[in-house]
Nanobody
């Protein structure tokens, strides 16, 4: 098993930046593909970005391409999401997730989840 704890959320003006971090503990972090999802009130949880176990492969949802960057440090057991040029529609609770297989955009294929960190972007 792996336990995940997110941090770094907050309130930011449109156009601003935030860096989210997810710390993992438990089994070997490099065994897991990692992803970020987000969920706005009343909406389904949405894929944001994913990174492979070795960090070489990344994928983003179209709405964040060019603005968000996912990265991981297997020595420190962390995965980060750098968010720039933030928009009000980016407002959501952001969750990191882990799966013991290749990367996926499917929320149902992730077994391990963090509790989430709130990102609010004001216009």
């Amino acid at each position: 098993q792996v336990q995940l704890v997110e941090s770094g959320g907050g309130l930011v003006q449109a156009g601003g930046s935030l860096r989210l971090s997810c710390a993992a503990s438990g089994r070997a972090f490099s065994d897991y593909s990692m992803a970020w999802f987000r969920q706005a009130p009343g909406k389904e949880r949405q894929f944001v970005a994913t990174i492979s176990r070795n960090g070489l492969f990344v994928h983003y949802t179209d709405s964040v391409k060019g603005r968000f960057t996912i990265s991981r440090d297997n020595a420190k057991n962390t995965v980060a999401l750098k968010m720039t040029s933030l928009k009000p529609e980016d407002t959501a609770a952001y969750h990191c997730a882990a799966r013991e297989s290749v990367t996926s955009r499917n929320v149902y294929e992730y077994k391990y989840w963090g509790q989430g960190t709130q990102v609010t972007v004001s216009s």
